[in-house]
């Protein structure tokens, strides 16, 4: 994706606006097209997703808006409007809007689960990183990353969202598992960089300090290098910081890892 790459984030941006200035044109010419309007709906959701992880929330929010309403005038696919109101829940979560977001997620929850791996995986992924843990449903994440990791085996990103439910669900053991398997299938991509700031997380829950702060380690300068402003890894940056720091057993090796690291 574009977007991995800080220094072409521009050509990403100018590549969404121009895909939704596309279909709108297209939705436009005539009379309602099945075709049109599921595609037109897609470049919304995407483009909201873009807007999510460069940390413009209002503007995200727009979009989903956009693509619910496009969405909920076609029965047919009810499922990807309950994953695309998840989303939208993500999004307010993240602005402070509690009660919005916990309405979207109520909408969301109540139309029909989706069955393909993609799908499956994308709604386990929004419901495990909603920034308001409290509206999530970690089980439930579990149990769609688990389905779609059934249903293709050998997709990284899969086994990536299970690990990441399974720490929002408090399964340590399982999410190092699963986290460690999406290292061997993902490789440098930018997953990994999320990857690694949970399995921070998840070693430092089973009392592993040592490979918790080597991943941390690992995780930031990632992040430093390839996507310093990306909205979701600055908070897991945050998070992880936050656990490893007023958690660990000696304050000094704390204090000297934060001196050697430049934090």
Known sequence: MLVSDSSRTWEAEAAHRREVELWQQAAAK?????FIREQLAHSHRLWGLFLQDSGRLPEAEEAFRKAVKVLDEMPSHRALLGDTYACL????SAAG???EAAEAFRKALECPLPN????CNHLA???ATIPDASLGDGYLAVELASRAVELAPDDGEYWHTLGVACCR???????VEALEKANELVGARTESITNAFFLAIAHWHLGHNEQAWCWYDQAVASMEKCAPR?????????????????EGPAQSETADRKKNNGR
Not at 30 to 34: A, E, K, Q, Y
Not at 169 to 175: G, L, P, R, S
């Open 30 to 34: 005539g009379p309602p097209d099945p």
């Open 169 to 175: 669900a408090t399964d340590w053991e399982t999410a």
């Open 89 to 92: 829940a993500n999004v307010l």
């Open 125 to 127: 992924w929004t419901l």
């Open 230 to 246: 990306n909205a979701r890894n600055c908070r897991l940056r945050a998070e992880s910081e936050r656990l490893i720091a007023t």
């Open 116 to 119: 393909t791996a993609r799908d």
């Open 97 to 99: 809007k509690r009660d």
